[in-house]
Antibody, heavy 114, light 107 residues
Framework: QVQLVQSGAEVKKPGASVKVSCKASGYTFTSYGISWVRQAPGQGLEWMGW???????NYIQKFQGRVTMTADTSTSTAYMELRSLRSDDTAVYYC????????WGQGTLVTVSS | DIQMTQSPSSLSASVGDRVTITCRAN??????LGWYQQKPGKAPKSLIYGASNLHSGVPSKFSGSGSGTDFTLTISSLQPEDFATYYC?????????FGQGTKVEIK
């Protein structure tokens, strides 16, 4: 069965970086892209960007220059790194499979606090 | 960016009710629309893609329709497990955008 298993919760100070991983199993990793979606406390879903099956990335404008999405095909793992963290980056970060999302990771809580 | 607007933002309904949620795009997106269900503290669950196609394992009480700018998600007979927040998302163009969500609560 398809699974996306994300890394554990993180606590970071403002200005730091965080790198969230998303390990895929149960399907051919190179056949699907991965989206990253975040959800601030009590808020809705926000699409952050996407890495395609051939490694092409597309990021939402607000994160340009602060986010990098990568994929390691040897381990079927996608990564999302967010730099220069601010308190309003506190959120649950989800990875999700496909152009039209069919499977989601369990989410990773990133807390940014001094 | 394409703006997705859901209505209502919240609704109260009873078990057994038929519920309809609307999602409107501010420009045409053909049928590149998905619907997701999220329960508190849980990851979203994918319900529908291509505006009207159910993902594997999604019960047939859920249905979607629409094309262009106007879309609906219908739950034919609301059950206790259906009380949740529902989101639409367009994947016609970048950036992909979500609606603000519709919270379905128990009356």
């Amino acid at each position: 069965q398809v699974q996306l298993v994300q890394s554990g919760a993180e606590v970071k100070k403002p200005g730091a970086s965080v790198k969230v991983s998303c390990k895929a199993s149960g399907y051919t990793f190179t056949s699907y892209g991965i989206s990253w979606v975040r959800q601030a406390p009590g808020q809705g879903l926000e699409w952050m960007g996407w890495i395609s099956s051939n490694g092409i990335t597309n990021y939402i404008q607000k994160f340009q220059g602060r986010v990098t999405m990568t994929a390691d095909t040897s381990t079927s793992t996608a990564y999302m790194e967010l730099r220069s963290l601010r308190s309003d980056d506190t959120a649950v970060y989800y990875c999700a499979r496909g152009v039209y999302i069919d499977y989601w990771g369990q989410g990773t809580l990133v807390t940014v606090s001094s | 960016d394409i703006q997705m607007t859901q209505s209502p933002s919240s609704l109260s309904a009873s078990v057994g009710d038929r519920v309809t949620i609307t999602c409107r795009a501010n420009q045409g997106i053909s049928n590149y629309l998905g619907w997701y269900q999220q329960k508190p503290g849980k990851a979203p669950k994918s319900l529908i893609y291509g505006a009207s196609n159910l993902h594997s394992g999604v019960p047939s009480k859920f249905s979607g329709s629409g094309s262009g700018t106007d879309f609906t998600l219908t739950i034919s007979s609301l059950q206790p497990e259906d009380f949740a927040t529902y989101y639409c998302q367009q994947y016609s163009t970048y950036p992909r955008t979500f609606g603000q969500g519709t919270k379905v609560e128990i009356k």
